[in-house]
C-alpha cells in the first residue's frame, strides 16, 4: 500500500511538472524559490532530452557496451532501438517514470540472486536500490558526517533528484524520504537546486525537505 501510495504521488507530481503550471507567488513560493536556481549542466548540453508529451516504446532490456576505453549503458527499446549513455544521470536526462521503474525492475530481476560482474551494472544496481529501496543502516547515510555537497539537480522528467558529494552521489524519488541529516539537508538548500525552470515539482520537494 506505501509503495503504491508512493507511485501515485511520483505520478502526480510529474504529471504536474510536465504542465509546467504557474506556481502562485505567495510569501512560501517566494521563500522556496530562494533555494531554486535555473543552471545549465554544461556536461548534458548535447544530450537529446525526450520530449514529455512523446511516450518512447517500452525498454526490454539493457547491456554494458564497450568502445575502446570508454565502457557505456546501452538502453534497449521494443522496438529495438538502443541508446548508449556513460553515467546514470545522462539516462535520467531522457528517461520518464515509466523508462526509470521498468529499467529498476529488470535490473532487480538479474540481480536478485548474483552480484553483477561489470562496475558499470554494480553502480547501476546500487544507485537503484539506493533509489528505490533506502535503508537506513546502508552505508552511504552512515558516513553522511564525512560528505560535503557540491551539487544538487532535479530531473523532473521522471521525478528524480540527484545529490553529487565529494565521496558518493545519491539518486532520490522525488516523493520518498530519505535519511539525509539535517546538516546535508541544510547544505543542499545552501547550494541551491538546479532546475531546467521553476516548476511544482521543484516547490513540492523543497517543502518537503524543509518541514
Known amino acids: 500500500m506505501v509503495e503504491g501510495k508512493e507511485k501515485r504521488v511520483g505520478e502526480e507530481l510529474i504529471q504536474e511538472s510536465s504542465k509546467k503550471q504557474k506556481v502562485d507567488d505567495d510569501k512560501e513560493t517566494t521563500e522556496l524559490k530562494q533555494y531554486m536556481g535555473i543552471i545549465l549542466d554544461e556536461e548534458e548540453v548535447t544530450i537529446d532530452a525526450i520530449p514529455l508529451a512523446i511516450k518512447s516504446p517500452r525498454i526490454v532490456d539493457w547491456t554494458i557496451h ?15 532501438k538502443c541508446k548508449m549513455y556513460m553515467i546514470f544521470s545522462h539516462m535520467l536526462k531522457s528517461f520518464n517514470r515509466e523508462d526509470l521503474e521498468t529499467l529498476y525492475k529488470l535490473v532487480k530481476a538479474k540481480y536478485k540472486s548474483i552480484r553483477p560482474v561489470e562496475d558499470l551494472d554494480l553502480v547501476l544496481w546500487n544507485d537503484l536500490k539506493t533509489m528505490f529501496k533506502p535503508h537506513v543502516k546502508d552505508a552511504v547515510w552512515g558516513n553522511q558526517q564525512d560528505y560535503k555537497v557540491l551539487s544538487w539537480k532535479l530531473y ?21 524520504r530519505y535519511p539525509l541529516t539535517p546538516p546535508i539537508i541544510i547544505d ?15 516547490y513540492q520537494l523543497l517543502k518537503l525537505l524543509t518541514k
Do not use: P
Not at 66 to 80: D, F, L, P
Not at 160 to 165: A, D, E, I, P, W
Not at 188 to 202: E, G, H, P, R, T
Open 188 to 202: 543542499m538548500l545552501n547550494k541551491k537546486l538546479q532546475v531546467d525552470y521553476f516548476s511544482d515539482m521543484a
Open 156 to 176: 523532473d522528467s521522471c521525478g528524480v533528484h540527484f545529490l553529487r558529494m565529494q565521496h558518493v552521489q545519491i539518486y532520490m524519488l522525488v516523493e520518498k
Open 66 to 80: 564497450k568502445e575502446g576505453k570508454k565502457t557505456y549503458y546501452q538502453i534497449i527499446r521494443a522496438n529495438g
